[in-house]
C-alpha cells in the first residue's frame, strides 16, 4: 500500500540526459528568461534535439467549488482533448503525428502540464500549449468519455483500502475545509459539472499572474522569449482571487477504522508537519528520513519489516501543502497484524521524540540525502519540473547551487531539539482501512 499524497504537479518524460546532468546539480546553469512580464526559468541542454516544458498555475482542486468537487482534474483530462479549430481526434492526431507529449494534472494547491517535443516540431508544440489553454473545446463527446472515466476511477478507489484509507484521513484531518475534500470528485459533483463549469474553470483560473515556467533542452534565451510571449500572451492578466485559508491538522491521536472486505489492512497516519519555509525545514528533512522516509534504513523499515515482519513497507513523508503541513505516512499488513504494526509505528515515534537520533544516523542520512541529489537531473523532465517547483516554493533561482549546503550545515542538535519539539506520538492520528483485529476505533 502506498500513501498517495496530494501533489503539486506531475510530469512524466523520459529523455535521459545523464551526461550533461549527472555530475553535480551545480553544473546545471538555470537562466532566466522574460518576455512582456511572463518569466520562465530555463536550463539549455543542446545534447539532444528535444525541449521539456513544465507550467503551473497557483491554485488547483482544492479551489473546486462547493458540490463541483472534481473540477480541476476534470478539467486537466480535457484541455488536450479538442481546441481551437481542431476537434479531439483532430487534436490528437496532431501531436501524435508530430511525437508531442502534452499532458495536465491537477493538485491540492496547483494545477500543471508537461510538454515534450523534438526541437523541429518546437513551434507547432508550443502552438498546441497555446490552444489547449487559451482556447479549449469542451466538446460534448470528450466530456461524456472523461466523464465516464473519471466516475469509474471513483468507483474502482471506493473498493481499494488504501484509497479509502487516505481520503478519509484528510477529511478527518480538514474538516470543513477545502483539503478535507476528495479532490478526485464524487459521483455526485461529477455528475453535475457542466461545460461551462470547465470554461468557467479556464477563465478563472489559468491567468499570467499566477503561472510559472520551467523549460529544459535544445532551445536557446533568444528563442524561448518569442515563444513565451506567443503561447501564453492571450491568457487573462490575473486569476481570480483564491479563497483558501490556512488550516491546522485536526490530528487527535485517535484511530479510525473503516471496515473494507480485504486480507490486508491499509494504514495511514499523521501528525502536524512544517510548512516549506519554515528555517527548520531542512532538519525535518533529515529528521524524517531517519525516521520513516529512508526506505531501507529508516527507524521505522528496521522495526516494522526487517525485525518484525509486520508489513512489506512503512514509510513517512513530509507533505507541506500551501495552506497546512503535516508528516504522512503509511504501510499495509495483514489484518491480524495491523494492531502490533500500529503501536510499533508509534512506539518508534515515540522513542525519536524522546531520545533523538544518533550521530552514525545523521551522518549517513547526510550523505545519502547529499548524495543523491543529483540523480534527480536524469531527464529534461524531471528537471523541468524542478525548476517549476522551485518557483513555487520561491526557493530562488540559485537553491541548486545551494541545497546540498543547507542539508550539510544540519546539526545534531538541530535534529533532536526539532524531534523533541515536533513529533508528538500522543497526536499521531491513524486511519486503518481492512478488517484489522484488536484494533479499537476512537472515532
Known amino acids: 500500500m502506498t500513501t498517495m499524497l496530494p501533489r503539486r504537479a506531475a510530469w512524466a518524460f523520459c529523455l535521459v540526459v545523464a551526461v550533461a546532468f549527472a555530475p553535480a546539480a551545480g553544473a546545471v546553469d538555470v537562466q532566466r528568461v522574460t ?3 511572463i518569466e520562465a526559468w530555463l536550463v539549455e541542454d543542446h545534447t539532444n534535439p528535444i525541449i521539456a516544458v513544465g507550467i503551473a498555475f497557483r491554485g488547483g482542486a482544492a479551489l473546486d467549488p462547493s458540490g463541483k468537487e472534481g473540477l480541476a482534474r476534470m478539467a486537466s483530462a480535457l484541455l488536450d482533448e479538442g481546441a481551437g479549430d481542431l476537434d479531439s481526434q483532430a487534436f490528437q492526431r496532431r501531436l501524435e503525428d508530430l ?5 495536465f494534472n491537477a493538485g491540492l494547491d496547483t494545477f ?3 510538454l515534450r517535443t523534438l526541437t523541429e516540431n518546437r513551434d507547432a508544440a508550443f502552438d498546441l500549449l497555446r490552444l489547449a489553454l487559451t482556447r479549449p473545446r469542451f466538446d460534448a463527446e470528450p466530456v461524456a468519455r472523461i466523464r465516464g472515466q473519471i466516475e469509474s476511477g471513483i468507483r474502482q478507489s471506493a473498493e481499494d483500502p488504501g484509497s479509502v484509507a487516505n481520503e478519509r484521513l484528510f477529511a478527518a484531518l480538514f474538516p470543513g475545509h477545502a483539503y478535507g475534500r476528495p479532490a478526485e470528485g464524487t459521483l455526485e459533483s461529477i455528475a453535475a459539472i457542466t461545460a461551462d463549469d470547465l470554461r468557467g474553470f479556464v477563465d478563472r483560473r489559468l491567468a499570467r499572474d499566477n503561472l ?3 523549460v529544459v533542452g535544445d532551445i536557446t534565451p533568444e528563442q524561448l522569449a518569442r515563444l513565451l510571449q506567443g503561447t501564453f500572451g492571450d ?3 490575473t486569476a481570480a482571487p483564491a479563497g483558501v485559508t490556512d488550516a491546522a491538522p485536526a490530528t487527535d491521536g485517535g484511530t479510525i477504522v473503516v471496515e473494507k472486505p480485504a486480507r490486508q489492512s491499509a494504514i495511514v497516519f499523521a501528525q502536524r508537519g512544517l510548512k516549506r519555509d519554515d528555517p527548520d525545514f531542512y532538519a525535518a528533512t533529515v529528521l524524517n528520513h531517519i525516521l520513516g522516509g529512508g526506505s531501507f534504513t529508516s527507524r521505522l523499515y528496521d522495526q516494522v519489516r526487517e525485525k518484525r515482519g509486520l508489513a512489506y513497507s512503512v514509510h513517512t513523508s513530509l507533505a507541506p501543502l500551501d495552506h497546512a503541513a503535516m508528516i504522512v505516512g503509511g504501510a499495509g499488513t495483514a489484518n491480524e497484524r495491523a494492531a502490533e504494526t500500529v503501536s510499533v509505528i508509534r512506539e518508534q515515534w515515540r522513542l525519536v521524540a524522546e531520545g533523538g537520533v544518533t550521530a552514525d544516523e545523521l551522518a549517513d542520512t547526510k550523505t545519502y540525502l547529499t548524495g543523491s541529489f543529483p540523480l534527480r ?5 524531471r528537471i523541468a519540473r524542478i525548476l517549476v517547483a ?3 516554493e520561491e526557493l530562488g533561482i540559485d537553491y541548486l547551487d545551494r541545497r546540498n549546503g543547507l ?4 546539526t545534531l542538535d538541530d535534529v533532536n531539539r526539532l524531534a523533541a519539539t515536533l513529533l508528538d506520538p500522543d497526536t499521531l492520528t491513524f486511519v486503518v482501512a481492512g478488517q484489522p483485529e484488536g484494533i479499537a476505533a476512537t472515532d
Do not use: H, N
Not at 377 to 381: E, V
Not at 407 to 410: K, P, Y
Open 377 to 381: 537531473f536524469t531527464s529534461s523532465g
Open 112 to 114: 500543471g502540464g508537461g
Open 212 to 214: 510559472v515556467i520551467g
Open 407 to 410: 542539508i550539510e550545515a544540519v
Open 390 to 392: 522551485m518557483r513555487l
Open 235 to 237: 491568457l487573462p492578466a
Open 35 to 37: 518576455a512582456d512580464g
Open 99 to 103: 511525437s508531442i507529449r502534452l499532458r
